[in-house]
């Protein structure tokens, strides 16, 4: 069974706020709905006086609901669970009901209400998912059994990860389970108080790690906050009841900053002639609690925020200018949601204005239906699968045809398309349960483009690894480098909201993900990749010996090789022997000078040398040179690439298919993936250089090859 109390875990003087903020949402009465489970059905065909308020709540959103499904889940629910109590003594149908009440006061559709009240028939009755089918259909058996958990009898410590791995993947096909389990675990946490205090704790840690998150990006704020401030209180109790102490002083006070504000605001928009309505919507204690520590001593204004309701997305914009051009904007304070909504379907705009006297209010404005969705989220977008006119929300809740034996729900967002993916790759159930409070954690979203136009959502400080992992799955072991925005970057680069990533790739099959991308992955799809192929290879995981210190490229031949012919290049200075600058390397047809130096020598310049102006500069005459008739020539290049396996023996056997030869050669140490390679190479033919470049920016992780320009 579920956690069973009737105490709520919020006694006292908090009451009167809440009932202010809940004002809409009246509390069942446990002791009424538990005299009418006892007292029996009503007559057959009739809806039962138990869930009166249900239908009630449910027909103020669809007056034209067929209730009979209603009548007959609650007949089987009470006649199963009869006998049965929660540990307040009261009769435990009274459970389901709530539960029911909550989701239909948000607006679900009828086939969520009917799973609701099942919601714990298979789980703690004899009724068996095949019973539920024969008599309500596949959809509610499918949401009863997504909530239905697995036994500990059978999974020992495992049960509670594992019931939430099943929850999950049943919501990726179906958001509605989700719904049930966010107002299943509101009810247990209103009614906590009777539980040992350690188990309170237990259960409070577990919503505020898996269930607040979870309420947050499927957007239905009236579960998540009050479950916040549920959490508070058991988790906090000595920094909630200062709060609460704030908050009933603030409700004591003669006068409220926010009416005024509220007036005014009023009267602006009656001028502007905007049909809208201002209300104040008190802040929760959580939220109280925040504004408290980020300001310090609270203010009567900082207690609430104004809200403006208006029918049309114009609208909401001409609120805004009116208020901009009439009182004092908080510019820092605006936020433009509607026309960028959140990954959680939030849309509205925020604002702030100022009063003379120093009071800021904070200003939500939005339309009637942005704010349906806003309190209630994916509850509010009805059912997924029913014909788009049948739907409340059709623009935003499509129907959905099944794909390969699984039901696509088109309300699926992305945060659990990719929670969805890495739990499959989960090696055990510590790992997925860790993981998924750290992932819950990142609570917030971006968005990235990519080349072709597609999309990637990623959490705020994924990198280009997490790019990498969620665009290609495990194929991103070949991930060899990215740009973002046009310019090169480094995998560990860090990504904002907005950036173009092109990812690139490699094309050995045999490509390994280095052990320091863990160090840059932030998304779990990314880490659990990387550490699977970690330890199915551990003889690949050492790490390579460092390579030598890189040196300079010598201004003359490395041992072992001859001289260039000097017939390659004629000097103005009969009998002065000729030697190419290895600064810069020239080769035909480049404009070359020359300068004389110790020994006789000339030695042959690019004229874009820097070398050059150093040298003109301390008044050293130049020397005519011009290319003789030899064809052949000696270059230095250096590659610029991305670190992985097999490619300095991939960059040297391309040069030599170009004909090179590699007279010397020099590998600078890895920095930040990136490594520099120096090749000086002997051409038989210096029209061959422009071939042999490109065929070295063909190497998968190369990115750039230049000629030399020592400074």
């Given amino acids: 069974m579920s956690a069973e109390a009737t105490n709520p875990a919020t006694p006292g003087p908090a009451a009167p706020a809440a009932a202010v903020r809940r004002k809409a949402r009246p509390r069942i009465d446990l002791r009424r709905l538990g005299r009418a489970a006892l007292l029996g059905n009503a007559a057959r065909g009739k809806l039962p006086d138990a869930i009166g308020h249900v239908a009630e709540a449910h027909r103020a959103h669809y007056p034209d609901a ?153 957007g239905v704020q009236a579960l998540k906050t009050e479950l916040e401030d549920l959490v508070f209180a058991i988790l906090h109790p000595e920094e ?261 990533v092109q990812l690139l790739m490699g094309q050995d099959p045999a490509s390994e993900p280095s052990r320091e991308w863990l160090e840059h992955a932030h998304t779990p799809a990314a880490r659990i990749a990387i550490q699977r192929w970690l330890a199915a290879h551990p003889d690949s995981t050492e790490e390579p010996p460092a390579p030598a210190p890189s040196r300079p490229v010598p201004d003359f031949p490395a041992a072992g090789t001859a001289p260039r012919s000097a017939s390659a290049v004629v000097a103005d200075r009969p009998g002065a022997t000729v030697r190419l600058a290895g600064c810069c390397t020239p080769v035909p047809p480049d404009e070359v000078t020359g300068f004389a130096v110790r020994g006789g020598v000339v030695t042959v310049h690019r004229v874009e040398c820097a070398s050059v102006a150093h040298m003109k500069s301390t008044g050293r005459p130049e020397v005519a040179v011009s290319w003789g008739d030899s064809t052949a020539c000696r270059v230095t290049l250096v590659a610029e690439s991305f670190g992985r396996p097999h490619l300095l023996a991939d960059l040297t056997e391309a040069m030599a298919q170009e004909g090179a030869e590699i007279v010397s050669a020099t590998v600078e140490p890895p920095s930040q993936q990136r490594v520099r390679h120096t090749y000086t190479v002997e051409l038989p033919d210096a029209a061959h250089l422009p071939a042999l470049m490109r065929a070295m920016r063909n190497v998968p992780g190369v990115y750039d090859v230049g000629r030399a320009q020592h400074q």
Avoid at 465 to 479: R, T
Wanted: aromatic share 6%.
């Fill in 240 to 500: 909630y009841e200062h709060t609460r102490e704030l908050i009933a002083e603030n409700a004591a006070r003669a006068d409220d900053p926010l009416a005024g504000i509220a007036d005014e605001v009023r009267g602006v928009l009656r001028e502007a002639d905007i049909p809208a309505e201002v209300l104040i919507r008190p802040r929760h204690f959580v939220s109280v609690h925040r504004v408290s520590r980020k300001r310090g001593e609270l203010r009567g204004a900082d207690f609430g925020r104004l809200l403006v309701l208006v029918n049309e997305d114009a609208d909401c914009y001409a609120v805004l200018g009116e208020l901009h051009t009439c009182m004092t904007p908080v510019v820092s304070e605006f936020k433009d949601f509607i026309a960028v909504p959140k990954f959680n379907l939030y849309q509205s705009l925020h604002t702030a204005v100022a009063r003379t006297d120093g009071q800021v209010a904070e200003v939500l404005i939005r339309t009637h239906q942005m704010h349906k969705v806003a309190e209630a989220g994916v509850v509010a977008l009805g059912n997924p699968y029913a014909p788009a006119a049948d739907a409340p929300a059709a623009e935003t809740a499509a129907a959905a045809a099944p794909v390969d034996g699984e039901r696509a729900d088109p309300t699926r967002p992305g945060w659990l398309s990719r929670l969805l993916d890495w739990q499959k790759a989960a090696p055990d159930t510590d790992t997925f349960w860790s993981t998924l409070r750290e992932d819950l954690a990142q609570d917030r979203e971006i968005t990235v483009f990519r080349p072709d136009g597609g999309t990637l959502g990623l959490p705020e400080g994924a990198t280009c690894v997490d790019a990498a992992y969620a665009q290609y799955g495990e194929d991103a072991h070949a991930c060899i480098g990215a740009r973002v925005n046009g310019r090169l970057a480094t995998l560990s680069t860090v990504l904002t909201d907005g950036d173009t």
């Fill in 66 to 218: 067929d209730l009979e499904p209603l009548r007959r889940a609650y007949v089987l629910a009470e006649s199963s669970h009869r006998g049965q109590m929660r540990k307040s003594g009261e009769p435990y149908i009274t459970h389901p009901l709530a539960v029911t009440l909550i989701l239909a006061e948000l607006g679900a559709e009828t086939t969520t209400l009917t799973a609701s009240l099942l919601h714990d028939t298979v789980e703690d009755t004899d009724v068996t998912l095949d019973q539920v089918r024969e008599q309500f259909g596949e959809e509610v058996r499918y949401l009863v059994d997504g909530v239905t958990k697995l036994e500990k009898v059978d999974y020992g410590a495992a049960a509670e990860p594992e019931t939430f791995r099943k929850m999950l993947v049943a919501t990726g096909s179906d958001v509605r389970v989700m719904s049930i389990k966010l107002a299943d675990r509101l009810h247990n946490m209103r009614t906590l108080g009777v539980m040992r205090r350690e188990k309170q704790e237990r259960i409070a840690k577990v919503t505020r790690d898996v269930l607040i998150p979870l309420a947050e990006r499927l």
